[in-house]
């Protein structure tokens, strides 16, 4: 059965910026290239995926896919597909380090990201490298709650801090991909990462999408910025 969907409410979620109005035939046009693809993508990559899970398996107890709670389109909560990187009791070994660790700490409150994160284990280091982690997400995109292209799949808890420009970077699906990862991933700032969310969504169209496909998959196989 689908997982429900339901709407979150966004502190000013409609200030500011209004949601945009996109082209209707070339979101149809995206959405057909969407399905399509992460279709076949399943079927082809279904053996690499096998292999993956068991990879996960044999290292560290727990399951081989995680999900978490993102925002969707329209504030819409959905759960996100990945394959699980971290330890079981990530959350805990989080908390313990950036306690222990200003630094980190620091990094954490800028970035939401750690360049030597102890949660992650040796099998997700290297699914995190190649960027297969979020293979599983082609479910998201099958199931109408992503798109290959278009903004980050926010956290929950980062809600708040995206709340002043939700209504326009909430107004495409999130992406598998999208500028974050051809503008430099990781090595972004929270604030840098909105900027281009907005400049992505302000700007869409199909040829947008078709350059920054060969932008992401240029920083996939060169993993520029991931880890």
Same mark, same amino acid.
């Given at each position: 059965?689908?997982?429900?969907?339901?709407?979150?409410?966004?502190?000013?979620?409609?200030? !500011?910026?209004?949601?945009? /109005?996109?082209?209707?035939?070339?979101?149809?046009? =995206?959405?057909?290239?969407?399905?399509?693809?992460?279709?076949?993508?399943?079927?082809?990559?279904?053996?690499?995926?096998?292999?993956?899970?068991?990879?996960?398996?044999?290292?560290? &107890? !727990?399951?081989?896919?995680?999900?978490?709670? #993102?925002? !969707? =389109?329209?504030? +819409?909560?959905?759960?996100?597909? =990945?394959?699980?990187?971290?330890?079981?009791?990530?959350?805990?070994?989080?908390?313990?380090?950036?306690? /222990?660790?200003?630094?980190?700490?620091?990094?954490?409150?800028?970035?939401?990201?750690?360049?030597?994160?102890?949660?992650?284990?040796?099998?997700?280091?290297?699914?995190?490298?190649?960027?297969?982690?979020?293979?599983?997400?082609?479910?998201?995109?099958?199931?109408?709650?992503?798109?290959?292209?278009?903004?980050?799949?926010?956290?929950? #808890?980062?809600?708040?801090?995206?709340?002043?420009?939700?209504?326009?970077?909430?107004?495409? &699906?999130?992406?598998?991909?999208?500028?974050?990862?051809?503008?430099? +991933?990781?090595?972004?700032?929270?604030?840098?990462?909105?900027?281009?969310?907005?400049?992505?969504?302000?700007?869409?169209?199909?040829?947008?999408?078709?350059?920054?496909?060969?932008?992401?998959?240029?920083?996939?196989?060169?993993? +520029? !910025?991931?880890?």
């Amino acid at each position: 059965m689908a997982e429900e969907t339901f709407a979150v409410v966004l502190p000013h979620a409609h200030g !500011g910026q209004p949601p945009l /109005r996109h082209s209707r035939w070339q979101l149809k046009v =995206k959405r057909l290239v969407d399905v399509v693809v992460a279709a076949l993508t399943l079927v082809l990559l279904a053996p690499v995926f096998a292999v993956i899970a068991l990879l996960i398996k044999l290292e560290t &107890p !727990g399951p081989a896919l995680y999900s978490d709670r #993102r925002l !969707g =389109k329209g504030g +819409r909560v959905f759960k996100c597909f =990945k394959f699980r990187t971290m330890f079981a009791d990530s959350e805990a070994i989080l908390q313990a380090h950036l306690e /222990r660790d200003p630094e980190a700490r620091q990094r954490w409150a800028s970035y939401k990201k750690l360049p030597d994160d102890p949660r992650v284990t040796r099998v997700g280091k290297w699914l995190r490298r190649t960027t297969l982690d979020e293979f599983p997400q082609v479910v998201n995109i099958l199931r109408g709650e992503m798109s290959i292209l278009g903004p980050r799949p926010f956290m929950l #808890r980062e809600a708040e801090e995206l709340a002043p420009y939700a209504a326009e970077v909430l107004s495409l &699906p999130p992406g598998m991909a999208g500028m974050w990862i051809a503008h430099g +991933r990781n090595r972004l700032t929270f604030e840098q990462r909105i900027r281009l969310e907005l400049e992505y969504v302000r700007a869409w169209s199909l040829r947008l999408d078709f350059v920054l496909f060969w932008k992401s998959l240029i920083a996939v196989l060169t993993a +520029r !910025g991931a880890h």
